[in-house]
């Protein structure tokens, strides 16, 4: 990571001021993170319900402003073995729970969420840039998924089957899948972590959890978390390391795994899935997105532009479901536009941890030259732009409108991930359809209008796995998410969500007389 400042490292002065003691900590971390619960605060990794402290660490830094946070333990292959040989063997213990010990236990697990939920935010903002009001929304969004799950373990149910003979019975019951390898992103540190946890421990799996080396303290909060919640020694395992390709291989190669749950780019969900080929693992994938937001004629356009603003905006642009490709019809684009337009200007940039600020940072360095390329293309191929467009000290990208585009340039084609709202206007609706399909992507789309007869049409034929139906915002725990085409497959939340971590065993019952 890189920066256009000088980053200032002011650990000596704030030691000096006796502001953090030294002693306390064996990598003599930074840390400017006032926690009401200092607890939460952790830099060893979580192996065996102990905290594992190795000798090579690595640096964690606000993208705010460019200052080290912490230095992490830097685990490598090793240390994942050890995490999934302590899995496997508390999986024999947690698997025989009942369902309601497991439920309450994540109840615990889910109250401690919520009651720190404000320290859990400030973690989550320092590390990785989004408002602060976004980040408790994203706590207590992850925490949901814990409280749903804590209900569903208590309803995995089978079936009895009429029998294909009179002297047969057919009995069907579902048993967890065993040790559970989660490998989650850095745009939510804290929600994608708790999406697959959750569903695996309710059904009786243990789990280690691999999270981005950019946004790592959050996993370890939550660890410490679920220590306090009563989790067994071995039940969640976080192993933290800069070298993901070390720690994923150790997962998809590893027998004692027998699932893995992903959240990331296609490009590495591909390569996790042949990985995990060659022992034919189950597999989760939820990868990137292009998501279409169409404006029909006959939509409400001031509730139009502002689901527009919520999804495009949110994190800076940097979710997998954020609108991608702003679809208005001809007649009504010229009042989108003219209602969308100062709304992006109003947006207020800046720390993440000050109140007010709706937009922060950029994670590093290469989203924002990927957001400089975007642009670059598609204004060379005669895009104009109509707001914004260039980047600010540091981390930050104004947020930005661009018009007048094509299907022939980038930004049609790529999952943007930067506050850059690309509007392109259609004809009809066989035009727009064929428009909003015509990507490899599958997530989400999102569409505004009101004649039902259409919104039928529209949603069966759109191409992905989640539609907004004039909504801009998608995402609850009591819903299916996933996608489809090279979005991945799998879902997570809702009551499909535990699925993808039970195997369905048929019993044949003979001689029954």
């Known amino acids: 990571m890189s920066f256009d400042y000088q980053r ?179 745009n939510f540190p804290s929600a994608m972590i708790t999406r697959k946890v959750a569903p695996a421990l309710a059904a009786g799996c243990t789990v280690v959890i691999k999270p981005s080396e950019l946004t790592p303290l959050s996993a370890l909060a939550l660890a410490q978390l679920a220590e306090e919640a009563g989790f067994p020694a071995g039940v969640l395992n976080i192993v933290t390391s ?9 997962l998809t190669s590893n027998r004692k795994v027998k699932k893995i749950s992903f959240t990331g780019s296609t490009r590495v969900g591909k390569l996790l899935l042949r990985q995990s080929a060659d022992q034919v693992k189950k597999v989760s994938l939820e990868l990137g997105g292009n998501a279409p937001f169409i404006v029909f004629d006959d939509a409400d356009i001031d509730a139009a532009v502002d689901g527009c603003i919520a999804s495009k905006f949110r994190n800076a642009g940097q979710t997998c479901i954020c609108t991608n490709r702003i679809f208005v019809q001809k007649s009504v684009y010229n009042e989108f536009i ?60 104004e947020p930005t409108l661009i018009c007048d585009l094509n299907p022939d340039m980038d930004i049609f084609r790529e999952e943007i991930f930067g506050p850059l709202a690309a509007v392109y206007t259609f004809d009809t609706e066989e035009e727009v359809i064929q428009l909003a399909n015509n990507t490899n992507y599958g997530l989400a789309a999102y569409f505004y209008g009101r004649d039902y007869a259409r919104v039928w049409r529209i949603a069966e034929a759109l191409e992905y796995g989640m539609v907004g139906i004039n909504t801009g915002m998608i995402s609850t725990a009591v819903a299916p998410f996933g996608g489809v085409k090279e979005s991945g497959f799998g879902r997570e939340g809702s009551h499909y969500g535990i699925n993808d971590y039970l195997n369905i065993k048929y019993m044949c019952w003979g001689g029954v007389k």
């Open 242 to 250: 800069q070298n993901p390709q070390a720690i994923g291989e150790e």
């Open 8 to 186: 200032t490292n002011i650990y000596e002065l704030y030691a000096d001021l006796h502001l953090i003691d030294k002693s306390k900590n064996k990598y003599g971390v930074l840390s400017m993170i006032q926690l009401n619960y200092p607890e939460l605060y952790k830099t060893a990794s979580y192996i065996n319900g102990k905290w594992l402290n190795v000798d090579k660490t690595f640096p964690v830094y606000n993208p705010y402003d460019g200052n080290e946070i912490a230095q992490v333990a830097d685990c490598d292959a090793e240390d994942a073995k050890a995490a999934i040989r302590a899995a496997d063997e508390a999986f024999k213990v947690w698997s025989n729970y009942s369902a309601s010990k497991r439920s309450r236990i994540l109840k615990k697990w889910y109250q401690l969420q919520i009651q720190h939920a404000k320290d859990l935010a400030q973690l989550l903002t320092t590390e990785q840039g989004k408002p602060i009001t976004e980040a408790v929304g994203e706590i207590r969004y992850g925490a949901s998924f814990v409280e749903w799950f804590a209900e569903e373990a208590r309803r995995v149910y089978g079936d009895v089957i009429p029998g294909h003979g009179s002297d047969k019975r057919i009995t069907v019951i579902k048993q967890p899948v065993g040790v559970v390898g989660a490998i989650t992103p850095w």
């Open 338 to 397: 003219e209602k969308l337009s100062p709304k992006i200007k109003a947006l207020k940039l800046g720390n993440g941890l000050e109140q007010g600020v709706q937009v922060g940072p950029m994670i590093n360095e290469n989203a924002l030259l990927k957001d400089e390329r975007l642009i670059a293309d598609a204004t060379s191929k005669g895009a104009s732009i109509v707001i914004g467009g260039s980047r600010k000290e540091g981390l930050f990208f």
